[in-house]
């Protein structure tokens, strides 16, 4: 999560009305990413802010 002053910049919203929607919803912006692995990646689980 970023706080930038003027909003929020996370993988389950961007802006502060879709992410307070999706923690009030209980959407996680954590996925999983089996290509870590491929790339000998000690963890495979991460979080990418969409539509930035």
Known sequence: VVVTGIGVVAPNGCGLKSYAEALR???SGIRNFPRLADLKFGCTVGGIPQGV
Do not use: A
């Open 25 to 27: 919803g209980g959407v």
